[in-house]
């Protein structure tokens, strides 16, 4: 580095805190995690005997190398380190050794990876991975995230499953692909030179069977149901195979009347589930619905009043009238996802075809929602004994003739 690159990168590594600190600026105090620190414009400026814009370009130059990350506010100037110089030992022919920023504390980690989670993904996935972080953050106590080892990840599905409070496989599941999301994002980042949980399995779960409803269960449900907004958003997912928050987020700029069909994707305040953009096509029946409903605010489905809404108001109300009608308590307003599913390949429609409606990634992620209806497959098995009783009867003439002659 040139003289004055080093003169500015000294200045502040000089004032690094091995632990999360403070600084107080016009009265207030400023936050500061580990390996950040800051200062005011005019004492960067005295002390180092430099104008504001020759310390920027120097500061940039920092940036570029991947050294460090800024940030500028109201006068306050936080640096924080990516990757420290520091020497390997005192033999002097050995020479610097880089130490990886990815060797802080699981702690500081977590705070950058809910960061990039809450920019990137739904609020579901920023709700779940605030509690996942939490949880192995309290499991682990106080570690460096290069510490990490496959054996935390098998240390924490077991003290998951030895909890009072009973916690399912699927769950402790769902808590090891959330934090080997997080290490790859470790790993990507350049934080982490190992994905540490990349020999993690998952618990073997036995495949589950999607609830579904049956077409008389459904048609019972709708009549029972008051509203009319409900009776809509209902037929509307059991003919198209939405997602809930893609039907409370559907805006009318993403349909095509005339098309027949239906752009779904992110917009602002909704994240579609891994960000993926697809084409749905609109039935006679879904058509129908979005036809009638009154333009009064920019998404499909609102109140009266013009509103969005809320995912678990309409949630909360649809299940109140499966326990009206009786119904299993496995149904549930994303089981009329897994209807549509079952109905269409039930009707003729390819696997391949309902896994691209319904945006899986793979066809794995659909099969458990192509669970044909038991009259479906009744009839399906009743062709088979058809087909062997005609096979008895043309194999036991030949028998009979063998026998005559014989005698």
Same mark, same amino acid.
């Given at each position: ?44 400026? =005295? ?52 130490? &990886? ?137 059991? =003919? ?163 026998? &005559? &002659?014989?005698?």
């Amino acid at each position: 580095m040139e003289r004055k690159l080093l003169q500015v990168y000294w200045y502040f590594l000089r004032m690094v805190n091995s632990e999360p600190s403070k600084i107080r600026k016009a009265g207030s105090l400023v936050e500061l995690r580990r390996l950040e620190v800051a200062t005011l414009e005019r004492e960067i400026t =005295n002390d180092l005997a430099l104008s504001m814009s020759e310390i920027e370009t120097l500061l940039n130059q920092l940036v570029e190398v991947d050294r460090i990350s800024i940030e500028r506010k109201d006068g306050l100037i936080k640096v924080r380190f990516r990757k420290l110089a520091l020497p390997r030992s005192t033999d002097s022919s050995v020479g610097d050794d880089e130490r &990886e920023y990815g060797d802080y504390w699981f702690d500081d980690f977590r705070i950058d990876y809910l960061q990039y989670v809450e920019t990137n993904l739904s609020k579901k996935s920023l709700d779940n991975a605030k509690r996942v972080m939490k949880l192995f953050c309290n499991f682990i106590e106080k570690k460096k995230l290069a510490q990490i080892q496959p054996s935390d990840g098998e240390d924490y599905k077991q003290m998951r499953k030895s909890q009072k409070v009973h916690v399912s496989d699927a769950t402790i599941n769902m808590d090891i692909r959330t934090l080997k999301a997080a290490f790859k994002f470790a790993v990507n980042t350049g934080k982490l030179r190992e994905h540490p949980f990349q020999s993690v399995k998952l618990i073997r779960c036995p495949r589950k069977q999607m609830a579904t409803f049956a077409q008389s269960e459904f048609n019972h449900l709708i009549s029972l149901v008051r509203e009319p907004w409900l009776v809509d958003i209902v037929k509307f997912d059991v =003919n198209t195979g939405l997602r809930r928050g893609e039907i409370m987020n559907l805006k009318w700029q993403d349909v095509d009347l005339a098309n027949k069909r239906m752009i779904i994707q992110s917009s602002e305040g909704y994240q579609v589930k891994h960000g993926k953009y697809r084409n749905v096509p609109l039935n006679k029946e879904a058509l129908a619905i979005v036809s009638s409903q009154r333009r009064v605010a920019e998404w499909v489905f609102t109140t009266n009043e013009g509103k969005r809404f809320r995912d678990e108001f309409v949630s909360k109300k649809f299940k109140d009238y499966i326990r009206i009608c009786k119904l299993s308590e496995e149904l549930h307003f994303h089981s009329l996802r897994a209807t549509f599913a079952t109905w269409a390949i039930s009707a003729g429609m390819s696997i391949y075809a309902v896994r691209t409606i319904l945006g899986h990634a793979s066809v794995k992620t659909t099969e458990p929602y192509a669970a044909y209806e038991m009259d479906a497959l009744q009839e399906a098995v009743e062709k088979i004994a058809i087909f062997v009783e005609q096979g008895e009867r043309e194999f036991k003439a030949p028998m009979k003739l063998v026998s &005559e &002659e014989a005698s």
